[in-house]
């Protein structure tokens, strides 16, 4: 593995998404209580990854400091898109054990995607050509990768929708990664926004116009954050792991 980080790092990110919707897939299909397998394994996994980049990766795992407070601001969109996910009101047919697991999948699944596609990936494409192509290819990898959840009962409209909205947030969360260095934001926004989705009252018409307004947000900020001055300047990981 060390032979292919240090040679092929874009071959060592995909091994890593790969290993990832695997274990989300093999969860699944043991089945038992709803999405419980799949938090447990994907929470032995997340520690895994954790401790072997922390010796090995530097990702953008820093703490903010009082410098960085501007960059703080970049992520406030995020923050309005975490409350439109909240705005159904939680499912009251919902039992505390099941929020719980919609909690602990979810958390795994932010840090995992945020550290793989916008640490691992973004980074090593960055390296070998550049931030632009960078950001495009971690954005639509990261939408595309949603494919797999037509094995989880997805219809196709339904699907292709949500894939269009992960690529332009992957978009996103790719160019804040490049202006600010730090994946923290990132997973936090990721953890909420997936929790929000979930345990919300579901109704079809409104998840419509909510997806339509999460994406017509998420397009604007990536405009706007296209024309902020540091996305055209080239800098690269110089972060540590804490």
Request: glycine share 8%.
């Amino acid at each position: 593995m060390n032979r292919i980080l240090e040679s092929k790092p874009v071959a060592h990110a995909l091994v890593w998404i790969v290993l990832y919707i695997l274990i989300v897939n093999i969860g699944d299909a043991l089945g038992g209580i709803p999405n419980l397998v799949t938090s447990l394994l994907l929470t032995v996994f997340s520690l895994v990854l954790f401790f072997y980049s922390k010796t090995r990766m530097h990702v953008g795992f820093d703490r903010f400091s009082k410098s960085d407070a501007k960059t703080v601001l970049y992520y406030l969109p995020l923050a309005a898109l975490v409350v439109i996910a909240f705005l159904g009101g939680v499912d009251p047919s919902l039992r505390v054990r099941d929020i719980l697991i919609v909690i602990l999948l979810m958390t795994n699944a932010g840090y995992l995607e945020e550290l793989l596609f916008r640490g691992y990936l973004l980074a090593a494409i960055e390296k070998g050509k550049g931030k632009k192509r960078a950001i495009i290819i971690s954005g639509i990898t990261f939408g595309l990768g949603h494919i797999v959840n037509i094995f989880r009962g997805y219809e196709v409209l339904e699907l292709v929708t949500q894939i269009a909205g992960a690529v332009v947030i992957g978009l996103v969360l790719a160019l804040l990664v490049v202006l600010t260095r730090n994946l923290i934001p990132g997973i936090l926004f990721h953890i909420f926004f997936n929790i929000g989705g979930t345990i919300t009252v579901q109704h079809s018409s409104r998840e419509a116009l909510l997806l339509l307004l999460v994406i017509g947000i998420s397009a604007l900020y990536l405009l706007f954050l296209l024309k902020h001055p540091l996305a055209t300047q080239s800098s690269g990981y110089t972060t540590r792991l804490v």
